[in-house]
């Protein structure tokens, strides 16, 4: 039987969400049926409602969730009714060479960015006709339908606002640490952008013991807060390249080992090398504008020795990252908890956006009742 669920809809009209049914179809074969319970509000949504990324519509927003499994359609083995889930946004076919590999995240057969279960269609619809669900997941919604694959099993005792993080930014930035760059302990490191994913590789780069940990930013609330998360120095960013190159090279005599750009911004993309000591690695995990260009000074960048690599979904395989950092958070060794500066209702959706993009909040997690 359908079911219906208030959700947050873009309608591809403006940057406002609608708060609205729609209906929810049971879970087909390989399916599971979730009930959301936190929806964490994330840069990547952010990027769609301002028309950076386009999508098919109407789409339910969210992709940072975390629910209990609801009901499982046929062949589902890997998840039961009951049994607490975070939501993967990059649900792996299980079939390609790089799964094949044990690369999820660079998974080939997925239909996640076009919003689609892997059979091409979607189980929401409102009266119009089809819904689509964001990256597959759909997480500002009170149900959802996912691939199997997308539905990752974590212990009950992982309070849910927690575990909706984990399901992208915490995922993201530790990744972008442990996975992607495989910071060494004593190395050091300098942090573009301190929203909620940058302060998740700060986490990170703390977690794998680097020296100093520079965190840059335009706000002082979120150095402060990159502070509390293990940033060692804070660098206040007056959008002067040349400025902020000087003082991450004060702090760490002479630049750093590594450099991540947390932001998508093309100006800090175009800076990053210039952050970085001879045989650095500059980290890409912010996500511009589709078609953005980035210019590099070439010859300094192979002179010097120095790497850029692309970070997605933190180098992540969901089956086994989600679990390790629910594991790290229940240990205290993740201090996730004090990443969430705001609980909103589903209909607050809009104001915590505006807040996002003021850069005044740490972290909106919507909480269902
Ligand atoms: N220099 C330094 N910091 C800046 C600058 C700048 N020129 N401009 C903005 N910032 C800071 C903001 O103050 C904010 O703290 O960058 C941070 C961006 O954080 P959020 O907007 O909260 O975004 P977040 O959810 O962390 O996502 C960041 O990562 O995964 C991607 O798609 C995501 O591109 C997005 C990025
Ligand atoms: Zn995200």
Request: charged residues 20%; glycine residues 12%; negative net charge.
């Amino acid at each position: 039987m359908p079911r219906t669920a208030l959700a947050a809809v873009h309608d591809g009209r403006g940057d406002k969400l609608a708060i609205r049914e729609i209906q929810v179809a049971d879970p087909g074969p390989g399916e599971v049926l979730v009930r959301i319970a936190a929806s964490g509000v994330c840069g990547s949504d952010r990027h769609v409602l301002d028309g950076e990324w386009t999508l098919p519509t109407p789409t339910v927003m969210g992709h940072e969730g975390a629910g209990i499994v609801e009901a499982v359609g046929s062949g589902v083995t890997d998840v039961a009714p009951g049994d607490s889930v975070i939501l993967s946004w990059y649900y792996p076919c299980r079939r390609c060479r790089a799964c094949a590999a044990g690369k999820a995240w660079a998974c080939t057969g997925t239909r996640s960015n076009e919003c689609l279960l892997p059979d091409g269609t979607t189980r929401l619809r409102d009266a119009a006709g089809v819904v689509y669900p964001y990256l597959a997941v759909g997480t500002m919604s009170e149900y959802t339908v996912v691939p199997e694959s997308a539905a990752i099993r974590v212990p009950a005792d992982v309070p849910m606002d927690v575990a909706s993080l984990i399901g992208c930014s915490i995922t993201t930035g530790v990744g972008a640490v442990v996975n992607n760059a495989r910071v060494p302990a004593g190395a050091s490191a300098a942090v573009v952008g301190c929203g909620g994913v940058g302060l998740a590789v700060v986490m990170g780069l703390a977690l794998a013991g680097a020296y100093p940990i520079v965190a840059v930013d335009t706000a002082e609330e979120k150095l402060a807060a990159a502070r509390s998360f293990g940033a060692t120095h804070t660098v206040r960013s007056q959008g002067d390249a040349a400025q902020v190159a000087a003082e991450v090279a004060e702090i760490t005599s002479g630049g750093a080992d590594y450099a991540f750009e947390v932001i998508g911004r093309v100006e800090t993309i175009e800076s990053l090398p210039s952050l970085l000591t001879t045989g650095g690695v500059g980290v890409l995990v912010g996500l511009p504008p589709q078609g953005v260009k980035a210019g590099i000074d070439v010859l300094e960048l192979a002179e010097s020795g120095k790497t850029l690599i692309g970070s997605n979904y933190g180098g992540a395989v969901p089956s086994l990252d989600f679990p390790r950092l629910a594991g790290l958070y229940l240990a205290g060794r993740l201090p996730l908890d004090s990443l969430i500066s705001h609980r909103v209702r589903l209909e607050e959706v809009n104001e915590a956006f505006d807040a996002m993009r003021a850069g005044t909040r740490t972290r909106s997690v919507i909480v269902f009742e």
